[in-house]
């Protein structure tokens, strides 16, 4: 399968990239570690005629912790992700996400940056960076804008960026207090991606009972969505088996769920409920 | 459309070439090159029939673009042996029976080759971790499994790899 033909450059500094935007517009597309986009342009679904590479930009791809925040280059890679030490000790819900995309190889070249900015509703990093309350970080002509992660997934594979913007950065409130996290996954054979994936960010009190929770649900509907009404049945509660069992009944509440060959309707919810059930159980079970 | 100078290195030897940038990696390695040991199975990134080792880690050749590699090094199933002497892992699917139609081998050894540079004692559960992006359809993976086993003891006996 051979990409129609387009035109390539490989700025290297995000302010030729932005100047390359601005110039090709709608005919550029940007290219990260290229595992959506690629697979896209040789099925022809994708055909910008000018393709900018992010790939010599020099650090976009970093994980450091600044201002009480763990921040993210948009260029960091699913496998630096995963092989984060210091992330499985201050944020392991990132680690964990990671080690669920594709495979090896996949992780090596595929980003975070490029698979958000992809939007793929089937995709593990939407649930994890709304769970965490995350925020983006859009670079444009007009300087930087911080996009909040629960309203950067507009749609299926569209987001809040605006046409002449490069997503550089992703910022995370480092967890503090007494946390436990899970992503719970069930795979897809052939694709790997989510049928369902469900992010769980638990903060208890003191006293054991659940102080904040921050869930979120990705290839369920065309977005990954926060599971508001899970998250409220769950705070302020202690953690016995009834109260997440009931919490995770709402799900799906309000949802227009997907359903395809391989999961209907009916299935997903299915699985949205007992996921979320043994992600919030499982984070619950990790807390320190 | 322009093509688009690129300098590789592949095997340890420097090439450059004018290329279109829709020219897939693999394409550029079997067809320019010549080295036709990187099979391509699926062309969707699913089976690791292209598997290449790049910078030292181990990718989908079907699913870059050859300008992405500009500057880059490359090793290839050519590059495992050494002075006539097979590498390892080369060694160990030839003992263990690692494959039957070969089609998935050159993927399967640089996985392998990436992963035993990061991990000369794995456990089981971690080489099927390590191979699940590459497919075989004729061994049912325990040869396969076996024959990473027998090169990280030889590795972890000689030394390098």
């Known amino acids: 399968m051979i990409p129609v033909q387009f035109d390539y450059a490989a700025p290297a500094t995000l302010d030729e990239a932005l100047s390359l935007l601005a110039e090709h517009k709608d005919d550029a597309k940007l290219l990260a570690g290229g595992h959506s ?11 910008p005629q000018m393709l900018i590479s992010l790939g010599r ?50 992780r090596n070249l595929g980003t975070i940056g490029g698979s958000l900015a992809h939007a793929d509703p089937a995709a593990d990093w939407p649930a ?57 996954k069930v795979p897809q054979p052939a694709s790997g991606f989510a049928v369902v994936g469900v992010a769980v960010n638990l903060t208890l009190n003191g006293g054991g009972a659940c102080e ?46 997907n359903g395809d060959l391989y999961a209907s309707e009916e299935y997903r919810r299915h699985l949205a409920q007992v996921y979320t059930r043994r992600a919030i159980e499982t984070a619950a079970a990790r807390v320190k | 459309m322009a093509k688009i100078a690129i300098s590789v290195k592949v095997n340890g030897v420097e090439h450059t070439a004018e290329v279109e940038p829709r020219l897939l990696l693999v394409h550029f390695i079997r067809e320019a090159l010549r080295l036709t ?10 089976c690791g029939a ?10 989908k050749s079907c699913t870059v673009f050859a300008v992405q590699a500009d500057g880059r090094e490359i090793l290839t199933v050519e590059g495992l042996e050494h002075e006539g002497k097979l590498h390892p892992l080369q060694e ?38 390590a191979i699940s992006g590459n497919l075989c359809r004729c061994t049912g993976y325990v040869n396969i499994v076996k024959a990473y086993q027998y090169a990280a003891e030889k590795i972890r006996e000689g030394g390098t790899q």
Do not use: W
Request: negative net charge.
């Open chain 2, 92 to 129: 160990g699917f030839f003992q263990e029976h690692g494959l039957q139609c070969g089609y998935c081998t050159p993927g399967m050894l640089m996985t392998g080759f990436a992963f035993l540079n990061s991990n000369t004692a794995p456990t089981e559960d971690e080489i099927r971790h």
């Open chain 1, 57 to 106: 930009i020099k650090d976009l791809a970093y994980i450091r912790e600044e201002d009480g925040q763990i921040r993210i280059g948009a260029m960091t890679t699913h496998h630096q992700l995963e092989s984060s030490d210091r992330l499985r000790e201050i944020c392991p819900l990132l680690p964990e996400t990671a080690g669920t995309i594709g495979d090896v190889q996949v």
């Open chain 1, 37 to 47: 986009l690629l697979p896209a342009m040789k099925l022809r679904l994708a055909m």
């Open chain 1, 212 to 257: 904040s929770a921050g869930i979120a649900i990705t290839g369920v509907a065309s977005k990954a969505y926060r599971a508001s009404a899970v998250e409220g049945a769950i705070a302020g509660n202690a953690l016995d088996e009834q109260t997440i069992t009931d919490a995770a009944s709402h799900a799906t509440d309000g949802i227009d769920a």
């Open chain 2, 37 to 46: 040991g990187t099979h391509i199975g699926c062309d969707t990134s699913h």
């Open chain 1, 128 to 184: 994890a960076i709304i769970a965490l309350g995350a925020e983006i970080v859009a670079v444009g002509a007009g300087g930087k804008r911080i996009i909040k992660a629960d309203d950067f997934f507009v749609d299926m594979l569209t987001t809040a960026l605006d046409p002449g913007e490069i997503l550089s950065e992703i910022r995370i409130p480092a967890p503090q207090g007494r946390t436990g996290q899970a992503y719970l």
């Open chain 2, 50 to 59: 292209c598997t290449v080792v790049l910078d030292g880690r181990a990718v």
